[in-house]
C-alpha cells in the first residue's frame, strides 16, 4: 500500500531496517498537513520505526503552534501547501514567543521545493527540507537527523546548486571571496557594493567569475552551499 507521500507502507521493513514498535524514549513526531490522508500516511510509517513516534496531527498553523506548547513535539512536520509568507510569518512568530530556543525542530516539506523556498525557511527557523516525494530512508534519515538537533535538506535541492570539485573555494580572488561570504549571509549587490565600497556593476562581475569558478548557479546555490559548507545543514550522501 503506498500513500499519498510517496512512501510505500508495505515495504516499510525492508527500507528501514526497522520492524518493531517505538520505544519509550523514541522521539515524538507531530505533522501539520492540509490532507488528513497524508498525516494518516506518516503515522502507518512511524509505526514501523522503534526510535520516532507519532504525537498529532494538528490541522491549521493554529493548532501547530498549541501542539508545539502544549504537546513539544521533538519534529513538527509543516506543508507548504498553507503557504509560503504564512508558513514564513509562523515561523517568526513561534521562533519569537519568549526568547527561549524552541523545543521542536521544524520540517517544512512540500511536493516541491526551490533553492529560493528552501533558504527563506532555513533562515526563518526550519530545520529540515524535504519533498513529500521523498523515499522512505530520506523522510526517516531528515526527522531523525532533526530530533538530535542538527539541521537536514534532501540532496535534490543541491542539483542544480553543487560546486564541481574542478573550482575549489580556494580559486576565488580575495574580493571574490568577500562578494560570496556576503551572498551567503543574505547581502542583495546593492548592499555588497556598499559594505566593500564599490559599484553594483563591479559586484555583478565578480558574481560572473564566482559562478564561473565554484560552478554554482545562481545566487541561492551559494547561500545554500555555504550553510552546507559550514555544516549548518546535513545533506544525505
Keep these: 500500500m503506498t500513500d499519498t507521500t510517496g512512501v ?3 515495504n516499510l521493513a525492508a527500507a528501514t531496517g526497522v520492524i518493531s514498535g517505538a520505544s519509550e524514549s523514541a522521539k515524538s513526531i507531530a505533522i501539520c498537513d492540509t490532507q ?6 506518516v503515522r502507518n510509517l512511524l509505526r514501523g520505526v522503534v526510535d520516532l513516534k507519532f504525537l498529532a496531527a494538528p490541522a491549521s498553523l493554529q493548532e501547530a503552534t498549541e501542539a508545539i506548547k502544549n504537546q513539544r513535539p521533538d519534529v513538527m512536520i509543516l506543508e507548504k501547501g498553507f503557504g509560503i509568507q504564512a508558513i ?25 521545493v526551490t533553492e529560493a523556498e528552501a533558504l527563506r525557511f532555513l533562515q526563518a527557523g526550519a530545520r529540515g527540507i524535504l519533498r513529500k516525494s521523498a523515499a522512505v530512508q530520506s523522510i526517516i534519515a531528515c526527522l531523525r537527523t532533526v530530533a538530535a538537533g542538527r539541521s537536514w535538506m534532501e540532496d535534490c535541492v543541491f542539483r542544480d546548486s553543487s560546486r564541481s570539485d574542478r573550482y575549489p573555494r580556494s580559486e576565488l580572488t580575495c574580493r571574490e571571496q568577500q562578494v560570496l561570504e556576503l551572498v551567503e549571509q543574505g547581502f542583495k549587490n546593492k548592499e555588497i557594493a556598499h559594505e566593500l565600497g564599490i559599484q553594483p556593476g563591479t559586484v555583478k562581475i565578480h558574481l560572473k567569475h564566482i559562478f564561473e569558478k565554484t560552478g554554482v548557479r545562481g545566487r541561492y546555490g551559494l547561500a545554500l552551499n555555504g550553510l552546507k559548507d559550514r555544516g549548518l545543514i546535513s545533506v544525505p550522501a
Design 8 to 10: 510505500d507502507i508495505g
Design 36 to 41: 488528513p490522508v497524508t498525516a494518516e500516511g
Design 88 to 112: 514564513l510569518d509562523w515561523l517568526t512568530e513561534i521562533h519569537s514567543k519568549d526568547g527561549t530556543p524552541l523545543h521542536s525542530g521544524i520540517v517544512v516539506w512540500g511536493v516541491s
